[in-house]
């Protein structure tokens, strides 16, 4: 069975990023495989997420960079019951995305709407994809935990990021959020069943 859903960005994740090594460590995480990676369409992607979704009872994502955003794109999206928490790792600005990338990327604009499934994003001090003050006003418009792990690059194979295990450190933590809201959730009246992350 399937509980874990890998969602790269931009270009995929090559063999050695740490989404690859996460898959062929645990035997119940997949990668969501794009048609394209180079040129990305919003609503293409969202149909291979769809597709991913659609044949398990609920999933937790682990995305990277454009892939969060992708992720983010899910808040209204009915396929969001679906997502039991979400793992956002270096998330990119849409806006510097597209000019290091021009004519390239098809994503429409930033997705900023509260997620309706536990978070937590993690970040860097020096991404070159987003800037700190970016990476917070994504994590609060998003509703979500916020975590810095230091200068540690756009947390992939080019900043020294193959095999990450502190990755999995940071993904129980969402795990624990997700159970903390549904046993929560049970005792709770229906008017304040949301879950809401911190950031931080």
Not at 108 to 123: H, N, R
Request: with cysteine.
């Amino acid at each position: 069975m399937i509980d874990t859903l890998l969602i790269p960005g931009l270009n995929g994740s090559s063999d050695e990023h740490w989404q690859r090594h996460w898959a062929r460590d645990q035997t119940r995480s997949v990668v969501v495989e794009q048609q394209d990676w180079t040129c990305p369409v919003l609503e293409d992607w969202q149909e291979e997420l769809d597709k991913a979704l659609s044949v398990v009872d609920g999933a937790f994502l682990v995305a990277h960079s454009l892939g969060c955003l992708l992720v983010a794109s899910y808040a209204k999206r009915s396929q969001a019951a679906r997502i039991r928490g979400a793992l956002l790792v270096a998330p990119c600005s849409l806006e510097t995305t597209l000019r290091m990338h021009p004519c390239m990327v098809d994503f429409g604009s930033a997705p900023l709407d509260p997620l309706p499934f536990p978070s937590l994003v993690v970040g860097s001090l020096n991404d070159p994809y987003m800037s700190v003050e970016e990476l917070e006003r994504h994590a609060r418009a998003w509703d979500s935990e916020l975590t810095t792990i230091g200068f540690a690059g756009h947390i992939n194979v080019a900043s020294g990021f193959g095999r990450w295990p502190a990755g999995y450190d940071l993904f129980d933590r969402v795990l624990h959020r997700a159970t903390s809201a549904t046993h929560a959730n049970l005792a709770l009246p229906a008017s304040d069943t949301r879950w809401h992350a911190r950031a931080v």
